[in-house]
C-alpha cells in the first residue's frame, strides 16, 4: 500500500504538468525572425505641427526662463547677438536690426539670408530667405517670436524668380499629404531647411543669454 501511495503521490504533480502551463523553448534565432524592425522616418521632426499658425500666419516662439538677469541686460545682450547675427556670411543687403523699442526692451530684427539646400560642384540651389524676429526682453525671461517668412526662389535661373509666403508654401496644409505622414515634393525641401534654421537661430539665442 506504502508504495502505491508513493506511486501516486509522484504521479499528481506531473499531471499539472499537461495543462499548458510547460512548452518547447523558442530559439534565438526564431525570435529575431518574428521581431518586424521598423525605420524611423527621416522626416518625423518636419510632419504635422512642426510648422505652428498664429492668426493664420506661420509664426515659431522661443519662451525662456533667464533666472537672474533684468530686462535691460537681456535687452543689450541679445542687442549684441543681433549686431553680429545680421553682418554674419549668409545675410544679404537689408538684413539689419530695423526698430528698437527702449522702453519696453523690444528689438525688432528684419532678416534676409540665404538659405541654401544643396551645394555641390556646378550645383547651387538656394533661396532668399526673409523673415522677422521680434525679441521681447523681461525680467528673467526672454520670448522671440520667428514670423512674416517669404521665399525668392529661382531668381538666378532663366525662368525668372518666385516668391512664396510660408503660409502658403511650408504649413502643414500645403506641404503635408492628405494623412500627414510625407512631405510633398517641390516644398519640402524649403520646409526642412526653414525648421533646421529656426532650431538653429532659437539653440544659439538660448546658449547666448543663458552665459
Not at 527621416?42 to 525662456?64: C, M, Q, R, S, T
Not at 540665404?114 to 550645383?123: H, N
Not at 526682453?137 to 525662368?159: A, F, P, Q, W
Given at each position: 500500500m506504502k508504495l502505491i501511495f508513493i506511486l501516486v503521490a509522484c504521479l499528481i504533480p506531473m499531471a499539472g504538468w499537461s495543462q499548458g502551463v510547460w512548452e518547447a523553448?523558442?530559439?534565438?534565432?526564431?525570435?529575431?525572425?518574428?521581431?518586424?524592425?521598423?525605420k524611423e522616418d527621416?522626416?518625423?521632426?518636419?510632419?504635422?505641427?512642426?510648422?505652428?499658425?498664429?492668426?493664420?500666419?506661420?509664426?515659431?516662439?522661443?519662451?525662456?526662463d533667464v533666472p537672474g538677469k533684468s530686462a535691460q541686460e537681456i535687452y543689450d545682450i541679445m542687442f549684441n547677438y543681433f549686431t553680429k547675427f545680421t553682418k554674419e556670411e549668409n545675410q544679404l543687403e537689408g538684413s539689419r536690426i530695423s526698430l528698437i523699442n527702449k522702453q519696453e526692451?523690444?528689438?525688432?530684427?528684419?532678416a534676409k539670408e540665404?538659405?541654401?539646400?544643396?551645394?555641390?560642384?556646378?550645383?547651387l540651389d538656394r533661396?532668399?530667405?526673409?523673415?522677422?524676429?521680434?525679441?521681447?526682453?523681461?525680467?528673467?525671461?526672454?520670448?522671440?517670436?520667428?514670423?512674416?517668412?517669404?521665399?525668392?526662389?529661382?531668381?538666378?535661373?532663366?525662368?525668372g524668380d518666385h516668391v512664396y509666403m510660408a503660409e502658403e508654401w511650408i504649413n502643414d496644409k500645403n506641404a503635408l499629404n492628405k494623412?500627414?505622414?510625407?512631405?510633398?515634393?517641390?516644398?519640402?525641401?524649403?520646409?526642412?531647411?526653414?525648421?533646421?534654421?529656426?532650431?538653429?537661430?532659437?539653440?544659439?539665442?538660448?546658449?547666448?543669454?543663458?552665459?
Open positions: 523553448p523558442v530559439s534565438a534565432n526564431d525570435v529575431k525572425n518574428d521581431v518586424s524592425v521598423k527621416p522626416d518625423a521632426e518636419y510632419l504635422a505641427g512642426a510648422v505652428p499658425e498664429v492668426n493664420g500666419k506661420v509664426e515659431w516662439k522661443l519662451d525662456i526692451n523690444i528689438i525688432v530684427v528684419s540665404w538659405l541654401v539646400f544643396t551645394d555641390k560642384l556646378l550645383s533661396t532668399k530667405f526673409n523673415y522677422t524676429l521680434i525679441t521681447y526682453c523681461k525680467d528673467n525671461h526672454l520670448t522671440v517670436t520667428m514670423g512674416r517668412i517669404s521665399y525668392k526662389y529661382d531668381e538666378e535661373r532663366s525662368s494623412k500627414k505622414t510625407r512631405l510633398l515634393p517641390g516644398s519640402a525641401k524649403f520646409r526642412r531647411k526653414t525648421i533646421d534654421r529656426k532650431n538653429y537661430i532659437f539653440d544659439e539665442i538660448k546658449s547666448t543669454v543663458l552665459k
